[in-house]
């Protein structure tokens, strides 16, 4: 049901990459579908989002999630917030143990970071809008206000879409080379001319680099192409079906 990274696989933290698989959702959503935004059965969603707070040993209500925006911007979690509630923003922080930090993706690269020693995890949504607007730096700096060390901070990219999967036009390759020439390495030639394949995962790696943080793992897992396992928002599209589901990654600091 989950992917766990191996150098999150720390004392005193508790995470996952949640796969579709298991779940109760049917249909376009069949498997465990925890986006609270989709159309599926808001009672179904409830007991997948039950499910992934199971794993993770939280209370009910335990496992936190965003309105996503595709921003920059990142919420130090001091205590748990409702559905009805959740704040806009598309990353958060948190020193408080029993807090499950949850990001919602289907093809977005979503990013779960540590540090253990300090006590400090975080999570971020990282799709290319969000990634280019320096989510991922924020989020290490609001980890850093915590009391976290960006030496020690360990950092995750998860399962989302990869470059064999992810066509894109001149335009969009030209606003990343504009804003840096060395952007040109995260693209390769495609296979309609005037396209090329964008290797997302590593371009988040990346930015966790010039955050400071050494050697980000990505998990090797394309969202588009494995659909037993993951739901994917441009398969949902490329087969014009009217939804999709999402899938979610957490993290936690242990009582």
């Known amino acids: 049901m989950r992917i766990l990274s191996e150098i999150l696989t720390l004392d005193g933290i508790d995470h996952g990459f949640f796969t579709r698989e298991g779940g109760v959702s049917v249909g376009l959503y069949k498997g465990l579908n925890c986006g609270v935004g989709s159309d599926d059965d808001p009672a179904a969603v409830s007991r997948n989002r039950a499910t992934v707070e199971e794993e993770l040993a939280l209370s009910p209500g335990g496992l936190l999630s965003l309105y ?139 930015r966790l680099v010039v955050a400071g943080i050494a050697a980000p793992e990505i998990v090797d897992a394309d969202t588009y192409t494995d659909e037993d396992r993951f739901f994917s928002y441009r398969r949902a599209t490329h087969r014009e079906e009217p939804d999709y589901g999402r899938n979610i990654a957490a993290i936690r600091l242990c009582d």
């Not at 289907?106 to 990013?111: E, L």
């Not at 540590?114 to 971020?124: E, F, K, L, Q």
């Open 68 to 206: 996503q925006m595709h921003s920059p911007a990142v919420v130090m979690v001091e205590e748990p917030w409702t559905q009805a509630d959740k704040p806009e923003a598309d990353a958060m922080v948190t020193d408080r143990p029993g807090i499950g930090l949850g990001i919602l993706v289907a093809d977005c690269a979503p990013v779960l970071l540590a540090d253990a020693d300090a006590g400090v995890i975080g999570a971020a949504h990282a799709g290319w809008k969000g990634a280019v607007g320096g989510v991922v730096e924020a989020t290490v700096a609001a980890m850093e206000q915590l009391g976290a060390e960006t030496g020690r901070i360990r950092a995750s990219v998860g399962p989302c879409i990869h470059q064999p999967s992810y066509e894109v036009d001149d335009g969009f390759r030209q606003r990343f080379v504009e804003l840096d020439p060395g952007n040109e390495r995260f693209f390769v030639t495609g296979g309609r001319e005037g396209h090329h394949q964008f290797d997302l995962p590593s371009f988040v790696a990346e």
